[in-house]
């Protein structure tokens, strides 16, 4: 049966007992094994597009003692002879632990069904059709449902798993990966995102060694420590060469990526939630979902990898209508004033915006509080009330005041527009809703609430503190014209009740950001947590942007974008220009240079005080705000393609191509001068060799496509710290 039609070959062929899913320049293919394991389902090949299998399916030299070693299955199970780490484990009501799925059915749909409560990539029939493989374990009546996906433009395959107990006792699902795969050699090498606060999201790369390796996160959210994304790539891979394959967990919980290299020669892959944290009790007839992993696979480098998932995420992920709109530049109060705010220091600050050209003003932490007033980290959170005394005509008339004032140098009335900072899964222990429902916070039994940033974490999992949740954001957002909400989220979990607890708490606030993004979609929301702690896909379904980093040093911004960019596309990062020195790295750079950096993210900012500003930089701000939005566009919904990485080159640099290739923009950056040397030639990539471009370097001038991609651009820096921005123009 055939669904959709990729460009060579129909998207779904299935051929008997034998699947096929194929993308313009990927094919997946397994099938019912009748040999070894009979029943099982067996990987035939994930790589370039084929539309037969390969010449061997699985040939070993010599025998082993294990029956089940040289296979590449699709859903590893536990106890029966497979000695690698499972996809599933499941205890049973008697107390053993064994599971022996066999196929029984498929169905084949056309779209892509939703995943229940959770987020997960969506499409229209023309751009996704779905496989479900159903598998039956007769000595447990437990059923379980593999769900393949596949968008053939995005060469994206998405998998989740659905456990469901049909038998008549409770069971327990202690692990289950969402995705599965057992790659054919053990000559790979994997990257991974990895980090801490204010420098999230660097790319590490390792040879995958002998055994069992990997990371994940138990800190209850996605974390600053590592991201829910691997790639694994040829050895010899780089940027723009040779095959990768990236993996994406749709999920904003705690998650756990394994990596085994078998001692016969193949690599298993698993993707999922971390089994610490689950032990899901399911009654007779319930069923436990996975969040959904996206699979892209790229022959052509990981630049290209990223691409795809930049795409399939701006358009198959994010729903909000702002995805591809350009972002207003903004100012937050936060770097430039901390928890001093109050109707004055707003008016100040937002005047101060308004005539710098800021489109958006937004206030952030410190705002709030009556009993507890919110003038430091030590109380407040939880009580979602105006501070009366630093606001005591409440927050809408300095709101609406805002949106009076006139952005300077615009040519249409542009009037400034205000957002606003919230926390609301957070409670200090000093706050009204700590006394009212001390129950409603995150304990186990009497052990000690442990605090983090002087802060406790609502249990989001309980129905009564979701309903919380949402009237209070309610109320809040219904008082003043609000434009943008930061919803921040700066510690991780504590004292569960329960592992499964863990699950349920991301479940409860995936229905929060659900209800409140559909009722308020005319807002702009932004995802935070403690900077990137919370940058993930899961997120992304209902916060069109996030947070990048509290990092704002542009050195270090560097990697943490082009880290971020490895998955995420740029239009979801926020990026703002702060004070030098670096008032967390202590290191002095140009105006330039931070604002070029923070071009590259979506969306674009100041994160300073204006009136404490070099009067110099101060009269820099509106001209580079103008090329800010200038290059927004293109930042946005463009192509991102990473010349050369941070991680290896004293000249970082980026091409942004716009959709219909017309347009383009460059980012090159000097980390250090080096005397007596010769600058290097910066070779484009991505563009169409033969056309011709106008271009300014040192004067304007016309080159084709193929000049800027074979000669390249030899720029003339000058000292540390130096960049330059370049627009490209199809003539
Ligand atoms: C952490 C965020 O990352 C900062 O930008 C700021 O909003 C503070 N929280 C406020 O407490």
């Given at each position: 049966?055939?669904?959709?039609?990729?460009?060579?070959?129909?998207?779904?062929?299935?051929?008997?007992?034998?699947?096929?899913?194929?993308?313009?320049?990927v094919?997946?293919?397994?099938?019912?094994?009748?040999?070894?394991?009979?029943?099982?389902?067996?990987?035939?090949?994930f790589g370039g597009?084929?539309?037969?299998?390969?010449?061997?399916?699985?040939?070993?030299?010599?025998?082993?003692?294990?029956?089940?070693?040289?296979?590449?299955?699709?859903?590893?199970?536990?106890?029966?002879?497979?000695?690698?780490?499972?996809?599933?484990?499941?205890?049973?009501?008697?107390?053993?632990?064994?599971?022996?799925?066999?196929?029984?059915?498929?169905?084949?749909?056309?779209?892509?069904?939703?995943?229940?409560?959770?987020?997960?990539?969506?499409?229209?029939?023309?751009?996704?059709?779905?496989?479900?493989?159903?598998?039956?374990?007769?000595?447990?009546?437990?059923?379980?449902?593999?769900?393949?996906?596949?968008?053939?433009?995005?060469d994206?395959?998405?998998?989740?798993?659905?456990?469901?107990?049909?038998?008549?006792?409770?069971?327990?699902?202690?692990?289950?990966?969402?995705?599965?795969v057992?790659f054919p050699h053990d000559d790979y090498d994997m990257l991974q995102l990895?980090?801490?606060?204010?420098?999230?999201?660097?790319r590490g790369r390792r040879s995958v060694d002998?055994?069992?390796q990997?990371?994940?996160?138990?800190?209850?959210?996605?974390?600053?420590?590592?991201?829910?994304f691997l790639s694994l790539v040829s050895s010899s891979t780089t940027e723009s060469h040779g095959d990768a394959w990236g993996f994406s967990?749709?999920?904003?919980?705690?998650?756990?990526i394994?990596v085994?290299q078998?001692?016969?020669?193949?690599t298993?892959v698993?993707v999922?939630?971390?089994?610490?944290?689950?032990?899901?009790?399911?009654?007779?007839?319930?069923?436990?979902?996975?969040?959904?992993?996206?699979s892209v696979f790229s022959s052509s480098g990981v630049g290209n990898m990223s691409r795809k998932f930049?795409?399939?995420?701006?358009?198959?992920?994010?729903?909000?209508?702002?995805?591809?709109?350009?972002?207003?530049?903004?100012?937050?109060?936060?770097?430039?004033?901390?928890?001093?705010?109050?109707?004055?220091?707003?008016?100040?600050?937002?005047?101060?915006?308004?005539?710098?050209?800021?489109?958006?003003?937004?206030?952030?932490?410190?705002?709030?509080?009556?009993?507890?007033?919110?003038?430091?980290?030590?109380?407040?959170?939880?009580?979602?009330?105006?501070?009366?005394?630093?606001?005591?005509?409440?927050?809408?008339?300095?709101?609406?005041?805002?949106?009076?004032?006139?952005?300077?140098?615009?040519?249409?009335?542009?009037?400034?527009?205000?957002?606003?900072?919230?926390?609301?899964?957070?409670?200090?222990?000093?706050?009204?809703?700590?006394?009212?429902?001390?129950?409603?916070?995150?304990?186990?039994?009497?052990?000690?609430?442990?605090?983090?940033?002087?802060?406790?974490?609502?249990?989001?999992?309980?129905?009564?503190?979701?309903?919380?949740?949402?009237?209070?954001?309610?109320?809040?957002?219904?008082?003043?014209?609000?434009?943008?909400?930061?919803?921040?989220?700066?510690?991780?979990?504590?004292?569960?009740?329960?592992?499964?607890?863990?699950?349920?708490?991301?479940?409860?606030?995936?229905?929060?950001?659900?209800?409140?993004?559909?009722?308020?979609?005319?807002?702009?929301?932004?995802?935070?947590?403690?900077?990137?702690?919370?940058?993930?896909?899961?997120?992304?379904?209902?916060?069109?942007?996030?947070?990048?980093?509290?990092?704002?040093?542009?050195?270090?911004?560097?990697?943490?974008?082009?880290g971020?960019?490895l998955v995420?596309?740029?239009?979801?990062?926020?990026?703002?220009?702060?004070?030098?020195?670096?008032?967390?790295?202590?290191?002095?750079?140009?105006?330039?240079?931070?604002?070029?950096?923070?071009?590259?993210?979506?969306?674009?900012?100041?994160?300073?005080?204006?009136?404490?500003?070099?009067?110099?930089?101060?009269?820099?701000?509106?001209?580079?705000?103008?090329?800010?939005?200038?290059?927004?566009?293109?930042?946005?919904?463009?192509?991102?393609?990473r010349?050369?990485l941070?991680e290896t080159?004293?000249?970082?640099?980026?091409?942004?191509?716009?959709?219909?290739?017309?347009?383009?923009?460059?980012?090159?950056?000097?980390?250090?001068?080096?005397?007596?040397?010769?600058?290097?030639?910066?070779?484009?990539?991505?563009?169409?060799?033969?056309?011709?471009?106008?271009?300014?370097?040192?004067?304007?001038?016309?080159?084709?496509?193929?000049?800027?991609?074979?000669?390249?651009?030899?720029?003339?820096?000058?000292?540390?710290?130096?960049?330059?921005?370049?627009?490209?123009?199809?003539?």
């Amino acid at each position: 049966m055939t669904i959709i039609t990729s460009q060579s070959s129909p998207a779904i062929v299935v051929d008997g007992t034998s699947f096929a899913l194929n993308g313009n320049n990927v094919s997946y293919r397994f099938h019912v094994d009748t040999d070894n394991a009979a029943g099982d389902l067996i990987l035939d090949h994930f790589g370039g597009p084929l539309t037969e299998d390969p010449v061997a399916r699985i040939a070993r030299n010599g025998g082993g003692w294990s029956t089940q070693a040289h296979l590449r299955r699709e859903f590893p199970d536990l106890g029966r002879g497979d000695f690698r780490a499972p996809a599933v484990h499941i205890k049973h009501a008697k107390g053993f632990a064994i599971c022996d799925f066999k196929y029984q059915s498929h169905t084949i749909v056309k779209g892509k069904p939703d995943l229940p409560n959770l987020p997960s990539t969506f499409g229209s029939d023309d751009e996704v059709s779905t496989l479900i493989v159903h598998l039956w374990d007769s000595c447990s009546s437990v059923a379980a449902d593999l769900s393949y996906s596949i968008f053939p433009e995005h060469d994206a395959i998405v998998r989740s798993v659905s456990i469901t107990n049909k038998g008549s006792e409770a069971i327990s699902v202690e692990k289950l990966a969402s995705l599965s795969v057992d790659f054919p050699h053990d000559d790979y090498d994997m990257l991974q995102l990895r980090g801490e606060w204010a420098r999230e999201c660097t790319r590490g790369r390792r040879s995958v060694d002998y055994g069992l390796q990997g990371f994940g996160s138990s800190a209850g959210f996605s974390s600053h420590y590592h991201n829910p994304f691997l790639s694994l790539v040829s050895s010899s891979t780089t940027e723009s060469h040779g095959d990768a394959w990236g993996f994406s967990l749709v999920y904003t919980g705690s998650f756990n990526i394994e990596v085994e290299q078998s001692p016969q020669g193949l690599t298993r892959v698993l993707v999922g939630m971390n089994p610490s944290q689950l032990s899901c009790p399911l009654g007779p007839g319930e069923s436990l979902t996975s969040p959904e992993c996206v699979s892209v696979f790229s022959s052509s480098g990981v630049g290209n990898m990223s691409r795809k998932f930049h795409k399939l995420y701006r358009r198959n992920l994010i729903k909000s209508k702002f995805v591809n709109e350009p972002r207003p530049a903004l100012l937050n109060s936060w770097e430039g004033v901390y928890f001093d705010v109050n109707e004055a220091t707003i008016d100040r600050l937002a005047q101060a915006s308004a005539n710098l050209g800021v489109k958006l003003f937004v206030l952030d932490d410190g705002w709030f509080g009556d009993k507890h007033p919110r003038i430091n980290d030590k109380a407040g959170l939880g009580d979602w009330v105006v501070n009366p005394k630093r606001f005591p005509n409440s927050l809408k008339p300095v709101a609406e005041n805002v949106c009076k004032l006139k952005v300077a140098g615009s040519t249409d009335d542009t009037r400034l527009k205000f957002g606003l900072w919230i926390e609301p899964e957070m409670v200090n222990a000093r706050s009204e809703l700590y006394e009212q429902h001390p129950d409603w916070i995150l304990h186990a039994g009497d052990y000690p609430r442990s605090e983090t940033r002087q802060q406790l974490v609502l249990n989001v999992a309980l129905p009564e503190v979701q309903e919380f949740i949402i009237a209070a954001v309610t109320r809040i957002l219904e008082d003043a014209p609000i434009s943008y909400v930061k919803w921040d989220h700066n510690r991780g979990t504590h004292e569960s009740p329960s592992p499964a607890n863990h699950h349920a708490y991301i479940l409860g606030i995936y229905r929060v950001f659900d209800v409140l993004t559909s009722r308020f979609p005319d807002i702009l929301w932004e995802g935070c947590a403690s900077g990137g702690g919370r940058f993930d896909p899961g997120i992304l379904q209902y916060f069109p942007q996030v947070w990048t980093s509290d990092g704002t040093d542009p050195l270090d911004r560097i990697s943490i974008q082009f880290g971020t960019s490895l998955v995420y596309p740029p239009s979801t990062m926020g990026a703002h220009i702060s004070v030098s020195p670096n008032e967390i790295t202590g290191r002095s750079t140009p105006l330039q240079f931070r604002a070029h950096v923070a071009m590259m993210g979506g969306s674009f900012g100041l994160e300073l005080d204006p009136d404490v500003m070099p009067e110099d930089d101060r009269a820099q701000i509106p001209g580079l705000i103008a090329l800010a939005e200038k290059i927004n566009p293109i930042v946005i919904r463009g192509d991102m393609w990473r010349l050369n990485l941070p991680e290896t080159s004293n000249y970082p640099s980026a091409l942004f191509i716009s959709e219909d290739g017309n347009q383009a923009v460059l980012f090159a950056f000097q980390i250090r001068t080096t005397n007596v040397h010769n600058y290097p030639f910066l070779r484009l990539q991505g563009l169409d060799p033969s056309a011709k471009y106008k271009l300014d370097v040192d004067g304007e001038r016309i080159v084709s496509g193929a000049t800027l991609m074979n000669g390249g651009i030899q720029f003339r820096f000058g000292s540390d710290y130096d960049s330059k921005v370049v627009l490209l123009e199809k003539v």
